[in-house]
C-alpha cells in the first residue's frame, strides 16, 4: 500500500479527538508533501537541523511537533517556529525554551516527557521529578511556557501486556498531575503515546495523540554499505 492509503486508513481509524502526528523524520521533503496534499498538516520530527532544513522547504502552515531528545544549545533554533516540543525532561531545558521564547514575544507550548519504559536508553522523567519541576519557585515565574500535558514512549517489546501497563501508567500520572497542578487549566489536556507498533493499545488507554511514521511511509530503505 502506498503511503497515502495507510495514512487514510489509520487516520480513519482513530477516534475524534486523537491527534495523529506523522513522524518524518528521515523522510524527504516530497514524502510529507504526499500527505500534505492530503490535508494534513501535523508532522513530527527528532532532530534540530533535519527540521529547520526542511522548515523552509516546505508550507509555513505545517505544525511542527518536536518529538526527540533536544539539546539546550539546539532550543534557539527551533522555538521561534515549532508548534509544540513534546520532550521537556528536565528543568534546565524547559528554562532555556523560556528563555528563547520570551525572545520571540511568543509562549512555547511543551510536554513532560516520562520515563515509563524499563529500557535505560529512553529520556523521561519520573513523577517526582515532574513534581518537583511543577513545585520548582523558577517553573513558577515563567510566562512564556505552558506545558500542555505528557508524553511517554513504551518498552519495545513483543509484550502488549506490558505496553499496556506502560500507557496505563502514563496516563495515571497524567491525571494525578492535572488534579494536583493544573486543577481547571483546560490547556492541560494532551496524552502523547503510541507509535507504530503500539499506537490502538495508547488509544485504549486514553491517548490524545499518538507519533506514526513507519505504519504510514513503510521501513526505512537501508543505504548501501561502503566499500
Given at each position: ?9 489509520i487516520?480513519?481509524r482513530?477516534p475524534?479527538?486523537v491527534?495523529?502526528?506523522v ?5 524527504s521533503?516530497e514524502d510529507?508533501?504526499?500527505?500534505y496534499?492530503?490535508?494534513?498538516k501535523?508532522?513530527g520530527?527528532?532532530?534540530a ?11 509555513a502552515?505545517?505544525?511542527w511537533?518536536?518529538i526527540?531528545?533536544l539539546?539546550?544549545?539546539k ?8 508548534h509544540i516540543?513534546?520532550s521537556?525532561?528536565s ?23 516520562m520515563?515509563?519504559?524499563t529500557?535505560?536508553t ?12 511543577l ?7 515563567m510566562g ?6 505528557v ?14 501497563q506502560?500507557?496505563?501508567l502514563l496516563?495515571?500520572?497524567f ?10 487549566a ?8 503510541g507509535?507504530?507498533?503500539d ?8 491517548a490524545?495523540?499518538v ?11 537501508s543505504?548501501?554499505?561502503?566499500l
Amino acid at each position: 500500500m502506498s503511503a497515502e492509503d495507510n495514512f487514510t486508513r489509520i487516520r480513519n481509524r482513530l477516534p475524534g479527538g486523537v491527534t495523529l502526528v506523522v513522524v518524518s523524520k528521515t523522510r524527504s521533503e516530497e514524502d510529507i508533501l504526499r500527505l500534505y496534499r492530503l490535508g494534513h498538516k501535523t508532522f513530527g520530527e527528532n532532530k534540530a537541523q533535519e527540521l529547520t532544513g526542511k522548515r523552509h522547504l516546505l508550507p509555513a502552515d505545517i505544525q511542527w511537533h518536536f518529538i526527540g531528545h533536544l539539546q539546550t544549545n539546539k532550543v534557539k533554533a527551533i522555538v521561534p517556529f515549532v508548534h509544540i516540543i513534546e520532550s521537556v525532561d528536565s528543568l534546565h531545558l524547559l528554562s532555556e525554551i523560556e528563555k528563547q521564547a520570551k525572545k520571540q514575544n511568543r509562549i512555547m507550548d511543551c510536554l513532560l516527557q516520562m520515563y515509563i519504559a524499563t529500557e535505560e536508553t529512553k529520556f523521561g522523567l519520573s513523577q517526582q521529578e515532574a513534581e518537583a519541576i511543577l513545585s520548582s519557585r523558577e517553573y513558577k515565574t515563567m510566562g512564556s511556557v505552558r506545558i500542555r500535558g505528557v508524553m511517554g514512549m513504551a518498552s519495545l517489546t513483543a509484550d502488549r501486556e506490558k505496553i499496556r501497563q506502560e500507557f496505563r501508567l502514563l496516563n495515571e500520572t497524567f491525571q494525578y498531575l492535572k488534579k494536583t497542578y493544573f486543577a481547571g487549566a483546560e490547556g492541560f489536556s494532551a496524552i502523547s503515546m503510541g507509535m507504530s507498533g503500539d499506537w490502538e493499545i495508547a488509544v485504549e488507554e486514553g491517548a490524545t495523540v499518538v507519533r506514526i511514521g513507519t505504519a504510514i511511509f513503510g521501513e526505512q530503505m537501508s543505504s548501501p554499505a561502503k566499500l
